[in-house]
């Protein structure tokens, strides 16, 4: 053994000890950084969308806003004609029903989005913080393995048949590393699948609970409640369906993270109809709308049970995954572990002139990476 590679392994023992520990702590950074990088974009590529959608419902709703206003105060007017017995009501309240049924569902949407756009908002402002922290980590990370690199370039260069079992290990290393990469970013989708479908669950429990406000308030109405029951009804039923709206969003994200989630069963909300609900309430339109309420309710009920068996079935797939990333995160350490080993005998040893150390199989070895 040379002088020269000598005093190179004496000079280089403590730096080498403490960029190995510098990646240890910061394996993973590279890979989250990327893929948070990912998910940054899609969250502002989706808010850029809501925008131009809101301003484009907002003009709708207007317009719409407008032709109601008219014709309900028309509405009202040939009210009181029908009262005297003006005929033609029929064809004018058919007409009336349209023009306000289009300016709640025009309504109803705009307001679905804003809900989405603030969601979306917050998501970004949280992604963005988990980014300045990921970016500190990854370059550290690289900082370190560019010095690393350049330091083992300069002593380990080419083989080293000298240092028994280091190209091996070395090779064993990249190995796991890969490994690791892919068991990370694996249990990080399923991490996020699991999210999405918590955040799909807790919108479909509010609504549900918006569901049966709604069906208590068209019990009280059956018994005479009025216009003011039925305002409250309509109101319920707008909540439950932005709450709906919020869900199959969050379902969609999921299902992009891991697309073997099923998609949850078909949920209608029936807002009833102005024109006939208020205008012309009776007994018989206040039975025909609770039946519209209680299927509405039953469909719901249905996807929130749903949502919580996928959900259960997720979780155990995120565990899964965990383990597997824990696995493959031991199998890189005991490889680095052995590495440095084998590496810090040889500074021990040749620095101190004595033999190479026998070469001893690392106890983990590079296991193939799943298919997933």
């Not at 080293?160 to 990370?184: H, M």
């Not at 970013?185 to 669950?201: C, G, I, V, Y």
């Not at 406000?213 to 019990?219: E, G, I, K, N, Y």
Request: with cysteine; charged share 30%.
């Amino acid at each position: 053994m040379s002088s020269r590679l000598i005093e190179s392994l004496q000079h280089a023992a403590g730096n080498n000890q403490e960029l190995l520990s510098i990646l240890s702590q910061t394996d993973n950074a590279p890979s989250a950084l990327k893929q948070n990088s990912t998910y940054i974009s899609d969250l502002q590529n989706q808010i850029a969308a809501t925008d131009k959608e809101i301003k484009r419902l907002h003009r709708i709703t207007e317009d719409e806003r407008k032709d109601h206003i008219k014709y309900e105060e028309s509405t009202f007017t040939r009210y009181m004609y029908k009262m005297r017995g003006k005929k033609g009501q029929a064809k004018f309240a058919e007409k009336a029903g349209k023009e306000e049924k289009e300016f709640v569902e025009a309504w109803q949407k705009e307001r679905e989005t804003q809900e989405s756009h603030a969601e979306l908002t917050r998501a970004l402002a949280d992604a963005q913080q988990e980014q300045q922290r990921l970016q500190g980590e990854a370059a550290r990370h690289d900082q370190a393995q560019s010095e690393l690199d350049r330091l083992y370039s300069s002593i380990f260069d080419g083989p080293t048949p000298e240092v028994p079992g280091e190209d091996q290990l070395e090779s064993s290393l990249q190995n796991n590393k890969q490994w690791a990469d892919s068991c990370t970013q694996h249990q990080n989708l399923q991490r996020r699948a699991a999210e999405a479908l918590h955040a799909t669950l807790q919108h479909l429990e509010r609504a549900a609970k918006d569901m049966d406000d709604a069906l208590d308030m068209s019990r009280w109405d059956m018994w005479g409640g009025g216009t003011f029951t039925d305002m409250m009804e309509r109101d319920a039923l707008s909540r439950a369906q932005v709450g709906v709206s919020e869900s199959l969003r969050h379902m969609d994200e999921a299902r992009r993270c891991q697309p073997a989630i099923p998609p949850l069963s078909e949920i209608n909300i029936d807002n009833g109809h102005f024109i006939s609900d208020v205008l012309f309430d009776n007994i018989f339109t206040d039975m025909a709308q609770h039946d519209r309420i209680k299927n509405s309710a039953m469909q719901l009920h249905k996807a929130l049970q749903q949502c919580r068996e996928i959900l259960d079935k997720q979780k155990r797939t995120y565990h899964e995954a965990a383990n597997q990333s824990t696995q493959a995160t031991a199998a890189l350490n005991s490889s680095r572990f052995e590495l440095q080993r084998i590496r810090a005998e040889a500074f021990e040893r040749f620095a101190g002139q004595d033999a190479p150390p026998p070469f001893q199989q690392a106890t983990a070895q590079y296991v193939p990476p799943p298919a997933y």
